[in-house]
């Protein structure tokens, strides 16, 4: 296993580009797939739910360590949490999801202290110094020391279950708190908290947050996280604290800033655990978790056992290549793509409603929940990355996806395009579920009740009528009933309009089609028609002298002061120049629009030009590229290079695919997902597995029967575990650094001349064998 600062310098020195590149002479079959995932790349900027190794695919219990979790989240997407940069820690939390952060734990020794203190005087509080030489990270395991304190810190995690263990040195004034019931992360401002430690040394306790996104799409709503461990020593003494003030012989405290202490006597090296059951529904079912989860476990079997599912889950997809520089891109990708978006249901199936109940799900014959519930950040571009890949390898997740948002559509009437334990979170005020579920049918993935899911997604395109703010889409009445969305100057989205108003139109147009295929596809006509009716509406926003869509103001009339590098005016994260592409339902319709000569030149042109940026900005900041040309970094854009493939230029799609590979993603702490960009729960990893596949779909599978789009697969040979236990599997011949282009393909031995393959021909099982060359094959997909 390698250690995070040498071995990646290594890399770095020796590896310049992400083309298939030799380091060391020869592919080591013996390495463990663990050894190509660095969860601290990207790491500089990164949000709060991004960095934590401590954990299991699709878990509950995502542990790490927090730099500045404890700073607040003003906004509520703010970057805080771990940064690569910091050089102290404050603690270890265990809970970190959009809008959720909950329970720090920490270690120290010497004058107790309980406040966290701050990055600028650690002295202030009990966070400590640490090197980054003493910190490793790898897919289920986190251990780094705590430099002020000779205190080594190592985590790990089941499902649901968190385990932390630290190592003294020889110590009459050990500390181990528990800082229960202040801010973390993006949870918001704590409403109350309770700790308590019972004689048997069991732990036990819960908070209540307001998350600003809560806050905004779900007023007066609230998150509650609880927890239950036990503890592997007796500690010698207990108390609680408020801030500064403690509380010594006390066992118990409630209330905003709620924390409790233990003292320790302990030799040299010796080792103290901690592992705690969490649930977002009660302290009994945290506490049936950790019995069910972890009864019987100890540190290090439960270490073991992550690994082991991180190797079996990474493993689904084996990539073979001389070059460890794009393992490293591709598998720590991989990582964040099965990381996000985790798990929020018990061990018996009940998992928090949105109204504030507890909701169960039903139960098989071996008394098990027939589906798993999960949070959610927005899914907002995940059609372009994650739901591509699910479909591929992960159905089952994707199915148990599709029943969440369903489960909370039951309970509130609305499908909610982020979920926080239930909680409406949109994020960007949008809602592209009803997308989502539409594609899942398509993709054959239908174990739920398909007339509900379709009622859903119909009801999520059309129904305006008292739409509530956490269903998003506020401004759906002007798109349905005028053919666009009015643009009103501002940052809020209501009935009249937007100041998003142009994104909104090209993206409720989008998913218009989406459904619209679905109601098709199950034979619902007349939903049909009227969808396809509305899926138009983006032409109604293209302005014809600009080529360009523009804002339309409520009298009809375009904008006058108009400029395309503009973000926020009329368009969401984004300008004019990216969301002019944004018609991916119907890319040949845009194209013949603005004239595919004048469209390919355009394109190409823009990525000629954002190559010098790295596609997406070198500033720290999520939202670097936002005036720029291109910008990888952000969802609107992740379908942009793929367009070529509807045009008589298809090679600029392998062309520039490739490039971004190269350039946008690195394999350091700075350079990582771009340069501190937004990489919201998997979405950036998603699209770089998908890409250097070389298999995306602009259309992001919601077709009747959905297909890929060939692009420039980056590796030697790639085998997925499909359907049944069949592989598709992707070799490729002279792929040399520089041979980005396609000069033949082989489906199952034939010749294939087409742009696309069924989804189903290659969830079936197949082979695609490619030959690459540098130069394009100008008459690939032409008949033979």
């Known amino acids: 296993m390698r250690k995070v600062a040498s071995i990646l310098g290594l890399v770095i020195m020796l590896v310049s580009s992400c083309s298939t590149t030799q380091i060391d002479g020869s592919e080591d079959a013996s390495a463990s797939v663990l050894e190509y995932v660095d969860p601290n790349i990207g790491t500089a900027h990164s949000r709060w739910f991004f960095y934590t190794p401590a954990a299991v695919p699709f878990g509950m219990a995502k542990l790490g360590p927090s730099t500045n979790g404890s700073y607040g989240n003003e906004q509520g997407w703010e970057a805080v949490g771990y940064d690569s940069r910091h050089t102290s820690i404050e603690g270890f939390a265990n809970l970190h999801e959009f809008q959720i952060g909950g329970f720090l734990f920490a270690a120290m020794t010497g004058d107790l202290k309980t406040v ?92 209540i947050t307001y998350p600003e996104y809560v806050k905004k799409y779900q007023p007066g709503g609230e998150v509650r996280m609880y927890f239950a461990g036990v503890v592997n020593k007796k500690p010698v003494a207990v108390g609680t604290f408020k801030g500064k003030e403690k509380h010594e012989g006390h066992t118990r405290i409630t209330g905003t800033g709620s924390g409790l202490y233990m003292k320790f006597k302990t030799n040299p ?122 479909s591929l390898a992960w159905p089952e997740y994707y199915n148990d996806f599709v029943q969440s948002h369903l489960a909370v559509y039951r309970n509130s009437g609305w499908l909610g395009d982020g979920l926080a334990n239930s909680k409406f979170v949109s994020g960007v005020g949008t809602n592209f579920v009803g997308l989502i579920i539409a594609s899942a ?44 969305v009015a643009y009103v100057p501002g940052w809020n989205t209501t009935p009249e309009g937007s100041g998003f108003s142009v994104s909104h139109t090209l993206e409720y147009s989008y998913s218009s089609y989406a459904v619209a295929q679905f109601a098709k596809a199950i034979g619902k006509q007349r939903e049909y028609e009227q969808l396809m009716a509305l899926s138009e509406n ?43 592409f944004y018609v991916p339902h119907t890319p040949t319709e845009l194209i013949a629009k603005m004239g595919e000569d004048k469209f390919v030149h355009r394109l190409d042109s823009i990525f000629t030009v954002s190559e010098k940026t790295k596609f997406g900005g070198e500033d720290i900041d999520a939202f670097a590229g936002l005036t720029y040309l291109y910008n990888q970094g952000n969802q609107p854009n992740l379908h942009i290079a793929w367009l070529f493939n509807f045009t008589d230029h298809p090679w600029l799609t392998q062309k520039w695919v ?96 087409n742009r696309q393959v069924d989804l189903d021909i290659l969830r079936n099982g197949a082979e695609l064998e490619i030959e690459m060359g540098k130069e394009p094959n100008k008459n690939l997909f032409k008949e033979l």
């Open 538 to 580: 983006w032409k109604n926003l293209y302005d014809e002298q600009t080529d360009f869509v523009r804002p339309k103001m409520v009298s009809g009339e375009f904008l006058e002061d108009f400029d395309p590098f503009a973000p926020w005016v009329g368009f969401q994260e984004g300008n004019a120049w990216q969301y002019t």
């Open 116 to 207: 966290p203190g701050t990055l600028e005087n650690p002295d202030d509080g009990y966070r400590s110094r640490f090197d980054k030489e003493d910190e490793y990270a790898s897919p289920g395991y986190y251990k780094v020391k705590l430099k002020d304190y000779d205190v080594t810190a190592e985590l790990t995690a089941t499902k649901r279950v968190g385990f932390q263990r630290y190592t003294f040195p020889e110590t009459d004034n050990g500390y181990i708190l528990l800082d229960i019931g202040n801010q973390l992360g993006e949870s918001g401002k704590v409403k109350d908290a309770s700790v308590t430690f019972h004689e048997d040394n069991t732990i036990e306790g819960w908070v």
């Open 658 to 753: 490739r490039e971004i590979c190269n350039e946008f993603y690195g394999i350091d702490e700075v350079h990582g997902y771009g340069y501190g960009q937004d990489e919201d729960q998997g979405q950036l990893g998603a699209w770089y597995v998908m890409s250097s596949i070389g298999l995306f779909d602009v259309k992001g599978l919601v077709e009747i029967d959905p297909s890929f789009q060939f692009g420039s697969p980056l590796f030697d040979k790639v085998e997925i575990a499909v359907d049944n236990g069949k592989s598709l599997i992707v070799n490729t011949t002279n792929n040399a650094p520089g041979n980005y282009y396609i000069q033949s393909i082989k489906l199952n031995g034939q010749d294939y001349r």
């Open 441 to 484: 049918y398509q993709a054959g993935i239908r174990d739920y009740d398909v007339e509900l899911a379709f009622k859903a997604a119909y009801e999520n395109e059309m129904r305006y009528k008292d739409r509530i703010e956490g269903a998003g889409k506020m401004d759906l009445e002007g798109f349905v009933e005028k053919g666009y």
């Open 269 to 390: 090296g010796e080792s103290i655990e901690i592992k705690a059951g969490f649930s977002y529904t009660s302290v009994e079912n945290a506490r049936n978790n950790l019995i069910e989860e972890a009864k019987d476990l100890d540190f290090d079997q439960a270490k073991v056992n992550a690994q082991k599912v991180w190797v079996a889950e990474l493993n689904k997809i084996k990539v073979t290549d001389t070059s460890s520089h794009n393992k490293i891109k591709f598998y720590t990708s991989l990582y964040h793509a099965l990381l996000g978006r985790g798990l929020a249901s018990d061990v018996n199936g009940q998992f928090p409603e949105n109204d504030g109940t507890t909701g169960q799900i039903p139960l098989n014959n071996e008394g098990k929940p027939v589906y798993d519930f999960y949070n959610t950040d927005s899914v907002w571009g995940a059609f372009w990355n994650l739901t591509q890949l699910w």
